[in-house]
């Protein structure tokens, strides 16, 4: 069995959160990819 599963918890909403988690953490990533590449690209252009 899943151990991620709680046993009040039906599997449905066991993905449903699983994928709101995947989402969250996929746009973090890409904010921060974004900040990294503004910060690179502000200090190659600085001259």
Do not use: C, G, W
């Amino acid at each position: 069995m899943n151990k991620l599963n709680f046993p009040h918890e039906t599997l449905q909403e066991t993905k449903v959160k699983a994928k709101l988690y995947i989402t969250l953490y996929l746009d973090s990533l890409r904010l921060l990819t974004m900040n990294k590449m503004h910060y690179l690209n502000e200090n190659l252009y600085k001259d």
